[in-house]
């Protein structure tokens, strides 16, 4: 009897496992249902609506600003990428167009009097560095107080760039920050053909546009009034233009800020940034991206950190890997690339006497045409 009811117990077992095999299957088939319908309301929300569409287009104009380019024709088509870099640039021009109203006030020297009882006010220190932030970067900003002690360098050596900080190193100079566009085949080039126009001391050391051809530059003239915006190579020479880099856009102009918001800020990405405030003091935004302490900012978030600090003009300079501060023979920020400084034909660096700069032009009696930029 024993054994009967053993054999009844065994022959039960079964059965009651059979629900508990049933509940498991039903509780996968509920998750596999609900995530399905998750992700397809987040499809839904990504690619039909406008909120999704703005944080698609988004992703998709930082991924533009990347190596990774073409990626960005999976989140809004071969034929939207093409159509947005070209009404992007189509935009920085039309913002480079504005004349400056002259609405930087720089400081002259009071004339000299033996009467004069009026106290000079106390000297500003040549430059500070203090941290800003936001919700998704961080980095510096540095204020220049006098904007004549800037000068554009630019490689000591044909044939590569050269590192912002052996630039600052090799000229003695107090701070250096990089500076305009170049030609970068498949963003592996040598960094030694620039784009535009390049200009120091006076002197243009590189040209490829012809003294009638126009471009977007970011200089400072022998005023210390800060040149930016789109002009022909023979205006530059004409308003005595100092210093020059090309880059775009100019975002503030005349103390108005020309991005809209955050969606038209040409993506997140590291930044580099020029501004002038009315004193006539210098500001460059050093912001660190593509990192875990530091997604990056657009074009909006500098422009807003600019507008309240004062600034009447601002451009953009190049920024993503090739974003790089160095202060007293020291790099401060952190720059995107896994491999540290990139290799660059111009930088902004800052002297106490910039007259006496060991800079030479590394393209004089070069034929610009025969640079190969992706040749080490």
């Known amino acids: 009897?024993?054994?009967?009811?053993?054999?009844?117990?065994?022959?039960?077992?079964?059965?009651?496992?059979?629900?508990?095999?049933?509940?498991?299957?039903?509780?996968?088939?509920?998750?596999?249902?609900?995530?399905?319908?998750?992700?397809?309301?987040?499809?839904?929300?990504?690619?039909?609506?406008?909120?999704?569409?703005?944080?698609?287009?988004?992703?998709?104009?930082?991924?533009?600003?990347?190596?990774?380019?073409?990626?960005?024709?999976y989140l809004i088509g071969s034929d939207e990428l093409q159509k947005r870099v070209e009404a992007y640039w189509k935009r920085f021009d039309e913002m480079g167009v504005e004349k400056d109203k002259g609405l930087v006030k720089l400081e002259t020297d009071p004339?000299?009097?033996?009467?004069?009882?009026?106290?000079?006010?106390?000297?500003?220190?040549?430059?500070?560095?203090?941290?800003?932030?936001?919700?998704?970067?961080?980095?510096?900003?540095?204020?220049?107080?006098?904007?004549?002690?800037?000068?554009?360098?630019?490689?000591?050596?044909?044939?590569?760039?050269?590192?912002?900080?052996?630039?600052?190193?090799?000229?003695?100079?107090?701070l250096g920050v990089n500076g305009g566009g170049f030609i970068d085949p498949n963003w592996e080039g040598n960094g030694f053909q620039p784009e535009g126009v390049v200009m120091s001391g006076g002197k243009i050391f590189y040209n490829d546009r012809g003294m009638n051809g126009t471009v977007n530059v970011?200089?400072?003239?022998?005023?210390?009034?800060?040149?930016?915006?789109?002009?022909?190579?023979?205006?530059?020479?004409?308003?005595?233009?100092?210093?020059?880099?090309?880059?775009?856009?100019?975002?503030?102009?005349?103390?108005?800020?020309?991005?809209?918001?955050?969606?038209?800020?040409?993506?997140?990405?590291?930044?580099?940034?020029?501004?002038?405030?009315?004193?006539?003091?210098?500001?460059?935004?050093?912001?660190?991206?593509?990192?875990?302490?530091s997604i990056g900012a657009t074009l909006y978030d500098i422009q807003e950190i600019f507008l309240a600090h004062g600034a009447i003009t601002a451009a953009n300079l190049d920024g993503g890997s090739s974003t790089v501060l160095v202060h007293n023979n020291e790099i401060i920020n952190k720059p995107s690339s896994e491999y540290g400084e990139r290799y660059l034909p111009t930088a902004w660096l800052l002297f106490d006497h910039p007259e006496t700069a060991p800079i030479k032009n590394v393209w004089e009696g070069l034929d610009i045409s025969k640079i190969d930029p992706s040749k080490w």
């Not at 009844?8 to 509780?27: D, E, I, T, W």
């Not at 020029?274 to 660190?288: H, K, N, P, R, Y």
């Open 218 to 293: 970011v200089g400072i003239d022998k005023e210390g009034r800060m040149i930016a915006g789109k002009y022909k190579v023979s205006e530059l020479v004409k308003m005595g233009v100092q210093e020059a880099v090309s880059f775009s856009p100019r975002f503030i102009v005349n103390g108005v800020g020309q991005i809209k918001n955050q969606a038209d800020g040409w993506g997140i990405a590291p930044r580099t940034c020029m501004a002038q405030t009315e004193d006539g003091s210098i500001l460059f935004a050093v912001i660190d991206g593509r990192q875990k302490h």
């Open 1 to 73: 009897m024993a054994v009967q009811q053993t054999t009844a117990r065994q022959a039960s077992l079964p059965a009651r496992g059979r629900p508990k095999r049933s509940k498991g299957l039903l509780f996968f088939m509920y998750t596999l249902i609900t995530l399905t319908v998750i992700g397809i309301a987040g499809l839904g929300w990504f690619f039909l609506s406008s909120s999704g569409s703005n944080v698609r287009y988004m992703m998709a104009d930082t991924l533009i600003t990347t190596q990774h380019r073409d990626w960005a024709k």
């Open 111 to 174: 004339p000299v009097s033996a009467v004069s009882t009026v106290e000079h006010p106390p000297k500003k220190e040549l430059v500070t560095i203090e941290p800003i932030s936001g919700p998704n970067f961080k980095g510096q900003l540095v204020t220049i107080s006098d904007p004549k002690k800037l000068r554009i360098a630019v490689p000591d050596k044909a044939g590569k760039g050269e590192k912002v900080s052996s630039m600052v190193k090799r000229t003695g100079a107090i």
